[in-house]
T-cell receptor
Framework: ETGVTQTPRHLVMGMTNKKSLKCEQH?????MYWYKQSAKKPLELMFV???????ENNSVPSRFSPECPNSSHLFLHLHTLQPEDSALYLC?????????????FGDGTRLSIL | AQSVTQLDSQVPVFEEAPVELRCNYS??????LFWYVQYPNQGLQLLLK??????LVKGINGFEAEFNKSQTSFHLRKPSVHISDTAEYFC????????????FGQGTRLTINP
């Protein structure tokens, strides 16, 4: 059981396609996160939203565009991706941005770029 | 800035044997410490966390970890493992002050052999 739901679970796309990843949290949390998980590398924090406002962008290329229409939903819009963007994309949420709050993760979207 | 080192990328053990997964961190400020587990094809799930107080922290599924400030370590232990513990384990730290920003280690793959 997870309070954070990500769709789709798997996505295969060409480099010229446009697609979106969706994340929904049912926990009443106020902060949401996008991470990239690649093989042999630590999790990379991409974006942070707090109360629907983007508060952090960790030098992510513009071909990744996040959107947070409300505190329960987070999207990652993708366009003109590169093969090195193939990875597992994880969404997480936390009650707020206090450092002591644990993050709750979804099961991820496995993205493959052809 | 913080950093996390998980000293073993893979740890194979036999079922019902004890296991220790090592985690060392580097930080110039006080930190909170977390262990997460990732089962195959799933997202990360919180195992346990150290915020303050007793240095021995107990988590879910029979795991525990001990915070050692002088050695800047937070090793994870379980006295007797099961096949179902096969997963990847991530240690993470967050600066006590300021907004939450988890820094993850590279993960340790625990494989349980019958």
């Amino acid at each position: 059981e997870t309070g954070v739901t990500q769709t789709p679970r798997h996505l295969v796309m060409g480099m010229t396609n446009k697609k979106s990843l969706k994340c929904e949290q049912h926990l009443g949390h106020n902060a949401m996160y996008w991470y990239k998980q690649s093989a042999k590398k630590p999790l990379e924090l991409m974006f942070v939203y707090s109360l629907e406002e983007r508060v952090e962008n960790n030098s992510v290329p513009s071909r990744f565009s996040p959107e947070c229409p409300n505190s329960s939903h987070l999207f990652l819009h993708l366009h003109t991706l590169q093969p090195e963007d193939s990875a597992l994309y994880l969404c997480a949420s936390s009650q707020d941005r206090q450092a002591r709050q644990p993050q709750h993760f979804g099961d991820g979207t496995r993205l493959s770029i052809l | 800035a913080q950093s996390v080192t998980q000293l073993d990328s893979q740890v194979p053990v036999f079922e019902e044997a004890p296991v220790e997964l090592r985690c060392n961190y580097s930080s110039s400020v006080s930190v909170y410490l977390f262990w997460y587990v990732q089962y195959p094809n799933q997202g990360l799930q919180l195992l346990l966390k150290y915020l303050s107080g007793s240095t021995l922290v107990k988590g879910i599924n029979g795991f525990e970890a001990e915070f050692n400030k002088s050695q800047t370590s937070f090793h994870l232990r379980k006295p007797s493992v099961h096949i179902s513990d096969t997963a990847e384990y991530f240690c993470a730290v967050s600066d006590v002050q300021g907004a939450q920003k988890l820094v993850f280690g590279q993960g340790t793959r625990l494989t349980i052999n019958p």
